[in-house]
């Protein structure tokens, strides 16, 4: 998609600034968090003055810019590098999202590099969703540990996302790419079999392979996924607790909250609490 920008007269944010109704804003050293209620239709033309990243939390939004056309749903994580031009259709509905925008202080305290992450990035890998999900609980409990376990979490994100850049240009199997499509879209129940035989490999070749590609075990990457399905359906109160476990696949309600607060160190109910904050 290419737009010309000649005659578009643009809008450009600060820290902070987002369009909707914001029902908080946390100031850390280096980091401003936004809780935002998107009320607008449609935003023009517009761009951010720092880096940041966009979670959407519940909802929908399409989120136009030069090249790509994402359509968020709740669990959306982009990363924007700073004035990356974009404009936002937002469907009928209620629509929430979490942003944490990044000063140069703070990447030069750390010494990270964003040169190579410009333009606009929508990130799939459930470990770096799961860190955001963090990192909404984080601003949302509040505390004194609050700086130190966000900066945390942001380093372990951007290690992943440094780590994955040197294998963006290296020709991966067929495999890879049809493995992921069908974890995030079939909520299937999978056997190792069924799934190798579906992809067409051996089932000890994709056991032993799949961390070469992935970074962390198979039956770890299923587990996280099944997570994010739960806490994109958490802030629904109509939708029980047996409901989302059956839904996304776990045994039954028990191991759901084992699994979540595994994970969260909360239970579902506690972070079901938060959205309403």
Request: with cysteine; proline share 4%.
């Amino acid at each position: 998609m290419h737009v010309s920008f000649k005659h578009v007269l643009m809008r450009n944010l600060k820290a902070g600034e987002f369009f909707g109704t914001t029902n908080e804003t946390v100031e850390l050293t280096g980091l401003t968090l936004t809780d935002t209620e998107y009320t607008h239709q449609k935003v023009d033309w517009h761009w951010h003055e720092k880096p940041y990243f966009t979670f959407i939390i519940q909802g929908k939004v399409i989120e136009i810019n030069q090249k790509e056309t994402y359509h968020c749903t709740p669990g959306t994580l982009l990363f924007h590098n700073w004035q990356d031009a974009h404009y936002n259709i937002k469907p009928p509905g209620f629509t929430r999202g979490f942003h944490v925008e990044l000063n140069n202080e703070w990447f030069n305290s750390f010494e990270i590099k964003t040169n190579g992450f410009q333009g606009s990035l929508s990130l799939s890998d459930p470990r770096m969703k799961t860190l955001f999900y963090q990192i909404w609980k984080e601003a949302k409990t509040g505390g004194p540990a609050t700086q130190l376990a966000v900066d945390a979490l942001l380093l372990e994100l951007f290690g992943l996302l440094s780590g994955l850049k040197p294998t963006l240009s290296k020709a991966k199997p067929v495999w890879v790419g049809r493995v992921k499509e069908i974890l995030h879209t079939d909520d299937q129940q999978w056997k190792l079999q069924d799934l190798a035989k579906e992809l067409n490999i051996h089932p000890v070749h994709l056991s032993r392979d799949f961390s070469k590609h992935f970074n962390c075990k198979l039956g770890g990457y299923i587990r996280l996924v099944s997570l994010q399905r739960a806490l994109a359906l958490l802030p629904n109160r109509d939708i029980s607790l047996t409901r989302i476990a059956t839904q996304c696949k776990f045994a039954d309600q028990s191991h759901f909250i084992r699994a979540f607060k595994t994970q969260f160190k909360v239970t579902p109910s506690q972070y079901r609490n938060l959205f309403s904050r």
